[in-house]
């Protein structure tokens, strides 16, 4: 598996801007624009997960909305394979199964289309930019499983591991912990 240079990491990590008070009073919101906007630091993260990931015989890549759309379907594209959002309730148009979970501010509902996946068994990795508590993530694991999907790993931008203590049940992958 590809590891993560030092370096690059804290190009990424620099790359980031934080934001004080948003979206409420006291958090410290993580802004992935400006990495998104650097073409080639962009270009690099994803070739990166690409080689990390090429070996693994994945079928779709799951995103959680909406950061991980960003992510995931460049990763998709990269790996030449389906990409499935998960997105907040009442957002998809077809059946769906749903999932609640709680968050580090407030409450919240994903949502999966129940033909997400069109090969039985599926091999599916979660992509997100950030998991802090880790409910948002559970709950997608949830919603794949349901989905008939395996989600054999979640891979996620940075982990706040300060607030992540309850780990996922699934492998879990972050190439920046602060």
């Known amino acids: 598996m590809n590891d993560f240079q030092p370096d690059f990491k804290n190009k990424i990590l620099s790359s980031i801007r934080v934001i004080k008070d948003f979206p409420k009073k006291g958090i410290l919101f993580r802004d992935i624009t400006t990495l998104l906007n650097n073409a080639t630091l962009f270009y690099q993260l994803i070739s990166e997960l690409k080689m990390r990931y090429k070996p693994q015989n994945l079928d779709f890549i799951v995103g959680i909305e909406s950061r991980g759309f960003i992510l995931g379907t460049a990763l998709a594209y990269a790996l030449e394979i389906g990409f499935v959002p998960i997105r907040k309730k009442g957002k998809l148009p077809y059946k769906t199964f749903q999932a609640s979970y709680s968050l580090e501010y407030g409450e919240d509902c994903i949502e999966i289309h129940q033909d997400a996946f069109?090969?039985?068994?599926?091999?599916?990795?979660?992509?997100?930019?950030?998991?802090?508590?880790?409910?948002t993530a559970r709950a997608a694991c949830e919603l794949i499983k349901k989905a008939g999907g395996e989600c054999v790993e979640a891979v996620f931008l940075l982990c706040l591991s300060e607030l992540y203590q309850e780990k996922l049940n699934v492998k879990t992958f972050s190439i920046l912990e602060i």
């Not at 069109?118 to 409910?135: E, F, Q, S, Y």
């Open 118 to 135: 069109n090969k039985p068994n599926a091999r599916v990795l979660l992509v997100d930019d950030l998991i802090a508590t880790g409910g």
